[in-house]
């Protein structure tokens, strides 16, 4: 909080001492429970001494004050291998604090909750479209769900200690949602419409609402579920809309304004079709999901984002060439927007998401084909293009991992939760 950083300008070698000692507890319980969440196997007090440098007697301290705060348990005890009591390995509570990830979309809406270890305990979905409905009848909906979601949390013994929702938009300063042109939204105070609904306990460090692009939330959940250290990747989320989310060395890069990844707008013919930005020949009116469902023939435009990718792929399997050929299309056009972008960031991963993942057998072709022509180094570096590991909706998930990411990277916000002064 702000107010203990101004501590720092002091008056008396007390509080000067109170302080140093407020921060070395603040690191050394960051540390330990940094590590804890990153051990592939659970860890045991004398193993996290001997990894932090840390003596054991303060490694206790700390793991004493994580387990009393419900951020870390101990596990079920090894098997005994030699004399002794066999150490009991520390991992991550399950009962704990828990993100909640909210998403609204065309079709759908989305609550779920994740806890401290990244295990998805509750998903809830409504099917709806989203397009004739007001901005406030929309979040009222996501807010009945987000009560529904938080009621199963606390059934698990869990405390929601912060929320993270995705739009299919630009979001500006404060969760001010600019343009979510699917939705028809514009200017949509969302934390506005959304006050007086509180979901989520107080902790200092996780804000209660983050609003946030889906298809940057959809690349971070990736990045959660992947190996720990820095990866570089693009991760595409195709729907109506397509959006993109760029991680470099192990972060997510939103841009100068926080607006970037915007590939559903990439020309890639110029003169093309015209597009609700504006524009002509965006890639969303060529490999977006009312394109490929126009060119196989579909009437289905009004499917669900993942019922109009699994039919699909259902087709498509099936040998139908229709389907084929649409899909082969939307490819070479994906294709050629994706050259651009690893011509440019140099990037060695990029990752199908959304409604493009179950379709990645039949679009991965046609895009690689594109980057090996396109682009200028893929002969001797090449470029991996793979489905997403997370499924649909994975945007509400990297939402909610987020929240508790904050909290394993500062656990003193949440164990100083409700302490005054
Ligand atoms: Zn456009």
Redesign the pocket.
Known sequence: MAGMWHCQVVTSASTAGAVRQGSLRELNLAVVLGRIAAADRPPSRAGLAAGTGLTRATVSAVVDDLIAGRLVAEAEPAPRTGAGRPARGLVLAADGPAGLGLEVNVDYLAACVVDLSGTVRHHLVRRADLRPVSPADALARLAALAVEARAAAVRDGLTLAGATLAVPGLVGDGGLVRLAPNLGWRDVDVPALLAGRPLVEPVDGVPPLVVENEANLAALGELYAGPAGPRSFLHITGEIGIGAGIVLDGALYRGARGWSGEI??FPVQPQGRP?????RG?L??YAGQEAILAAAGLPGAELPADTAATRLADLAGAGDRATLAALADAGVALGVAVAGVVNLLDLDTVVLGGGYAPLAPWLCPPVVAEISQRVLTAAWSPVTVRPAALGAQSAAVGGATSVVRRIVDRPVGWLTRGVTG
């Open positions: 559903g707008h597009c609700r930005c504006g524009g965006c969303e009116r």
